[in-house]
């Protein structure tokens, strides 16, 4: 049939609910990837947040200031949604370490970005992470052992090799240290968070996870002696506001994405952040790549692209076949 002719018949109904669905299908997806591309985007800002707040405030006083501004604003949320609840019993042991991780990341990565390039620090971070999912993964949770995961795990170890031996040549041992330790916290948490999340919101375990930290890093303060806390009409106020919002709402704008998209797809894009953070290093305080924390850099982002990749290829393929 001539083209231009067939143009101008009529679309059945049919046809027209399938093409709008499949236009509401696309608009979705769009709308997820955008929104977990902020995410990332809001994640790799942490170094200039912490760059910009430099020595106005003190490592831990920062640290709890911060995690009270999330949960005054998370706490409404978790409350109209009615997701306040206790803790089984059965769940105390996963709980106490997952909320023990959160504990000891604020002070030591700020240490870190304010004494390192922010970049290095955000891979250092990065990786200690990939390889502490792994580990725990693999020795704890039992899951599947496999052959793509082995080689990631390969590539990560590799990775976390070139960059930290660079750190040490640039960089002074405890900053690069102190990004290794936030890595393997966080790592722990989001591995332990498994045996959660089928329980408890999201929502509900972000806010306990900021809430331990209020204490935690208050009693440090105190222990310390930190007592350097700005006027309140400081500008400083302003960049630690940013700082609190850009990791509250990483983590929202994260959460509804995976609701647009697969989790594996999400995953990948959530690898950006990454290069943002190692863009914002080079944009705002000129700092330099060399080749090899872009080899590492390659490594670490490909270690963890590959098992989501194969997901997402899987995903496809039974797509296919339905």
């Not at 409404?76 to 042991?93: A, E, F, N």
């Not at 970005?113 to 993964?137: C, E």
Request: with cysteine; charged share 15%.
């Amino acid at each position: 049939m001539n083209l231009l002719v067939s143009s101008y018949l009529p679309v059945s109904p049919p046809r027209i609910r399938y093409n709008r669905a499949m236009k509401t299908t696309q608009r979705s997806h769009s709308k997820g990837i955008l929104l977990i591309l902020l995410s990332a985007l809001l994640l790799g800002s942490y170094g200039v947040w912490s760059r910009l707040l430099g020595d106005s405030f003190d490592g831990f006083s920062q640290g709890w200031i911060r995690s009270l501004l999330v949960c005054i604003i998370l706490l409404p949320i978790v409350l109209y949604k009615k997701q306040l609840v206790s803790i089984k019993r059965k769940d105390w042991k996963w709980l106490t370490v997952f909320l023990i991780a959160p504990s000891v990341t604020q002070a030591p990565i700020f240490y870190a970005f304010n004494n390192m390039d922010i970049g290095t620090a955000t891979l250092l971070l990065f990786v200690s992470l990939l390889i502490t999912m792994y580990v725990v993964g693999f020795f704890f949770l039992k899951e599947k052992v496999s052959s793509d995961k082995l080689f990631s795990l390969g590539l990560a170890i590799v990775g976390l090799l070139l960059i930290f031996s660079f750190s040490l040549e640039k960089f002074s041992l405890l900053p690069a240290a102190m990004a290794s330790l936030v890595g393997i916290a966080s790592g722990l948490q989001v591995s332990f968070s498994k045996k959660l999340s089928s329980s408890y919101s999201a929502f509900y375990l972000s806010f306990l996870s900021w809430l331990v930290i209020i204490p935690s890093h208050g009693l440090a303060a105190l222990w310390f002696g930190e007592q350097h806390i700005p006027p309140l009409f400081d500008i400083t106020w302003i960049y630690l506001l940013g700082y609190a919002f850009a990791g509250l709402f990483a983590f929202l704008f994260y959460i509804i994405g995976l609701k647009y998209i697969e989790a594996s797809a999400g995953g990948l894009i959530g690898l950006t952040e990454i290069i943002f953070g190692i863009l914002f290093g080079i944009l705002f305080f000129g700092e330099i790549l060399t080749v090899r924390i872009l080899v590492g850099a390659f490594l670490v982002i490909t270690a963890a692209a590959l098992p989501d990749i194969n997901d997402f290829v899987r995903q496809r393929k039974r797509r296919k076949k339905n």
